[in-house]
């Protein structure tokens, strides 16, 4: 299994991001997606999920949107309105199974995201 996130940068407060995350070494449809963050000094902090299909979806935050391409094996999350408190590395994780809430048993590396002005 390999996730490999990218599109992360600096933007100003108020501005917008897509973050992307090329899956492979598994068969990306058949599995829920999420993505998880860490800002500076804290904790994971788990930010949205989509089930396998993209018809289901959840998220902590109604700025950021998730969705996915099972074509092209990929994962997305538009963040919109950024914030300062946005900063944090952005993960995206695997699930364990088509469930949009199961937990996750991958992750990639994770981008930056520093939002400042």
């Known amino acids: 299994v390999q996730l490999v996130e990218s599109g992360g940068g600096l933007v100003q407060p108020g501005g917008s991001l897509r973050l992307s995350c090329a899956a492979s070494?598994?068969?990306?449809?058949?599995?829920?997606m999420s993505w998880v963050r860490q800002a500076p000094g804290k904790g994971l902090e788990w930010v949205s999920a989509i089930g396998a299909s993209g018809g289901i979806t959840d998220t902590v935050n109604s700025r950021f949107t998730i969705s996915r391409d099972n074509a092209k094996n990929t994962l997305y999350l538009q963040l919109n309105n950024l914030k300062p408190e946005d900063t944090a590395v952005y993960y995206c994780?695997?699930?364990?199974?088509?469930?949009?809430?199961?937990?996750?048993?991958?992750w990639g590396k994770g981008t930056l995201v520093t939002v400042s002005s």
């Open positions: 994780a695997k699930g364990g199974s088509n469930w949009v809430h199961d937990a996750s048993d991958y």
């Open positions: 070494g598994f068969t990306f449809g058949s599995y829920a």
